[in-house]
């Protein structure tokens, strides 16, 4: 199968006491190796897709036959989603971004605070399940938005440079339906320096 379950950088417990252990093996070996699967069985009968990766695929969808598009739009949107998602956190993180991350930032949005109360504004809006997005532009400007289900920007010629799950299974066993204590709460485990990594690449 070409694309496989990614391992984490960190133990199931190394999120505490921010995200839960249980939380963390359930999302992780149990939702995205769903994802994993359904992707894989998706393109089964599509051998040519094998040796593209899950970016090249969702940035070009309409390549994708329309018997499986929508279940390769799905389901490996919930693989990248969840992905970047896992590379996004730490559990020693720096607190805010530094260097040209942090300038960018700040001519943004006005500096860190003001970025923070929207990108949480961005998750705790988007209705039903979905993500909140610190995205590029072609142009290398900074967008902060949402997406819906699994829909990636990859797909709207979009880099994704960091997001927040806001699906109910991210957060549902410490937070209930307290989707802004969760969202507020994450900020102490994002990893900026990859984040960084990402927006010079």
Avoid at 67 to 96: F, P
Avoid at 108 to 122: L, R, V
Avoid at 188 to 193: F, H
Wanted: net charge negative.
């Amino acid at each position: 199968m070409p694309f496989e379950l990614p391992r984490l950088k960190y133990a199931y417990s190394a999120l505490e006491p921010v995200i839960d252990a249980m939380t963390v093996e359930i999302h992780h070996a149990k939702h995205q190796a769903t994802y994993t699967k359904n992707l894989n069985t998706a393109l089964e009968k599509y051998p040519e897709f094998a040796s593209k990766s899950i970016i090249e695929i969702l940035k070009d969808l309409s390549s994708i036959p329309e018997d499986v598009r929508a279940a390769v739009k799905n389901n490996g949107g919930g693989y990248y989603n969840h992905s970047l998602y896992w590379e996004n956190l730490t559990s020693n993180g720096s607190g805010q971004p530094s260097g040209k991350l942090a300038e960018a930032i700040d001519s943004t949005f006005g500096g860190f605070a003001g970025f923070k109360e929207q990108m949480e504004k961005a998750g705790l809006t988007r209705f039903g399940s979905g993500w909140a997005w610190l995205s590029k532009k072609s142009d290398g400007s900074l967008i902060l938005h949402s997406t819906a289900n699994q829909d990636c920007p990859l797909s709207e010629g979009l880099t994704p440079l960091m997001t927040i799950d806001v699906w109910e299974h991210a957060y549902y066993l410490k937070y209930q339906n307290r989707r802004a204590d969760y969202l507020s709460a994450i900020w102490p485990i994002i990893d900026w320096k990859d984040v960084e990594t990402k927006f010079l690449a």
